[in-house]
């Protein structure tokens, strides 16, 4: 009990400052199926006689909850994976709160979902013995050891595992790729960019000829960052940034490290931006816009040729709102963007969202039935299950990769809701190719598969600098004037003197305390 008396008030604490999500925002956990149920974390089924484990468990929610009434889902996975299920779903709005009170209570739950992944909290806490070292445990969890080295790296704390991620797709999350207007480039007599120089003429092209009518086209939207860990100036640019080798936010170059400002690419990038600002080839509201959400609804509304999304922003139902503006609308996904040198990249992201993790306070003979049944979850038979639900059901077969459902049927899985209780989805490349038609499903993967060959990495994305969180404002100065820069309100001259103050300031601390804690986790 003394240990929880230590750890339990700091770990309120530091839950009430705030969550930062990892990898994707939106709850998309996938399933598996498989005949076996868990047991030892092999995925071979426990004796006939032994007892479902109960297992209580709080995870984050985005949209409706799935029906406590009768639920035959939830009932096909209790009596498969050999538990009963007590599952707390929070709202996303609420649950920074709500987790804070869980595990405040100390021994409310048997299984927290830390929607933060490894942030700085959660690793002070592990260091206080918030959690159980699940590394001993996780020895035969053969679905779960699918994952990879990336995201293990990605979440080790001094090299052990406290927390259980829930994998996305290490690419193609994010802004990974650029969404064009496709039937824009068909009347144009464009090919889909391959280059940056085409992309450009593309962009000069829709302004010339204002395909939206009126004068309202926009060739390319982007929007304002806020500062915070970023200087900027704008978001919604990773693939031209890459196209001219600027590093992901960080790189190691022999030992030494380089923040991506400090490159001589960097330039070159802002120079590409200024001199499309100055031809109205970027949105004029960019400076002002807010975030990714206003970008991709300029594009939905049929007024912009092109914006930086990712292969989830070319389905079905995003093509159907366009066409409901412009009957002709189509889409495409320029996979990667070369620059001058022929160089192109896509961001290794984390590769999960969220920590499944073990309060201290669980029995350690219990942690081992915990771990089975997120490893029995992230089996093959459980993904399909979180597409299908049961067959006859919640739909009639799963084909190419498809649920195919009558409407009965739909409103069924609609209750129920069969992703949900798949607590640990299936390690899955094409987590982000999410249409429900072939063809365009057949698009998503090759989209990922290309750009899974391109992969740059920041060395230093799991680890946070304490200076830089308590001076959340020490790009914003730099931001602000790279942004004059870009409108030709400036010189290059202030760019660099505030680069210059940076690398000699506040940026010797931020850099040491992330290689300080890089070198203590690759000792």
């Known amino acids: 009990m003394k240990a929880k008396q230590i750890w339990l008030p700091v770990l309120a604490a530091a839950l009430s400052m705030g969550t930062v999500l990892a990898g994707c925002g939106k709850e998309d956990a996938a399933g598996s199926s498989a005949t076996q149920q868990p047991g030892a974390a092999t995925g071979q089924a426990p004796a006939a006689s032994a007892a479902p484990t109960s297992i209580k468990a709080m995870t984050i929610l985005f949209g409706n909850p799935p029906t406590t009434d009768n639920n035959k889902a939830k009932e096909d996975i209790e009596k498969r994976g050999n538990v009963k299920l007590d599952i707390t779903f929070v709202p996303s709005e609420a649950y920074k709160d709500k987790l804070s009170v869980a595990i405040s209570a100390g021994d409310s739950y048997d299984l927290l979902l830390l929607d933060g992944g490894k942030d700085d909290k959660f690793t002070s806490l592990v260091k206080m013995g918030a959690f159980h070292d699940l590394t001993p445990y996780l020895k035969n969890a053969d679905n779960i050891n699918k994952l990879d080295e990336n995201v293990w790296s990605n979440v080790r704390v001094q090299g052990k595992i406290y927390g259980i991620p829930r994998p996305r797709g290490l690419y193609g999350g994010g802004e990974a790729n650029i969404i064009i207007r496709k039937d824009w480039l068909d009347k144009y007599g464009l090919a889909v960019p391959k280059t940056l120089d085409e992309f450009t003429k593309a962009l000069e092209t829709f302004k010339k000829n204002d395909p939206a009518g009126g004068g309202k086209t926009v060739p390319l939207t982007l929007y304002a960052t806020d500062g915070i860990g970023s200087p900027g100036p704008f978001g919604g640019i990773m693939p031209i940034s890459f196209a001219y080798e600027v590093p992901y936010t960080w790189k190691l ?180 190719a999410t249409s429900k038609d072939e063809e365009i499903l057949k698009k998503q993967k090759a989209t990922l598969d290309v750009i899974s060959k391109a992969g740059v990495v920041n060395p230093f994305l799991s680890y946070n600098s304490p200076t830089a969180a308590k001076n959340p404002d020490s790009y914003k100065k730099m931001g602000a004037v790279m942004t004059k820069y870009v409108l030709g309100e400036t010189q290059w001259a202030d760019v660099q003197k505030e680069i210059d103050a940076w690398t000699s300031g506040v940026g010797v601390q931020i850099t040491k305390e992330l290689l300080d804690q890089y070198n203590e986790d690759h000792k």
């Open 253 to 432: 170059d022999g030992g030494k490290v380089i923040r991506d400002f400090q490159t001589p690419e960097y330039k070159n990038y802002l120079d590409w931006l200024k001199d499309a600002w100055s031809k109205g080839l970027i949105d004029k509201d960019a400076p002002v816009l807010k975030g990714q959400a206003q970008m991709r609804n300029k594009f939905q509304a049929g007024v912009a040729g092109a914006f930086v999304g990712n292969v989830s922003d070319y389905t079905e139902d995003n093509l159907a709102k366009m066409r409901q503006v412009d009957p002709n609308a189509d889409i495409a996904v320029v996979d990667l963007l070369e620059g001058p040198t022929g160089k192109s990249g896509v961001a290794v992201i984390s590769g999960y969202y969220g920590l499944w993790a073990i309060p201290t306070s669980v029995p350690k003979d219990k942690v081992q039935k915990i771990v089975d049944f997120l490893n029995f979850t992230a089996s093959e038979e459980n993904y399909v299950f979180s597409k299908t639900g049961i067959i006859g059901v919640h739909s009639s077969e799963f084909k190419n990769g498809i649920a195919v459902m009558n409407e009965e049927q739909k409103k069924q899985a609609d209750l129920d809701k069969p992703s949900q209780f798949v607590l640990q989805n299936k390690v899955d490349p094409y987590v982000y």
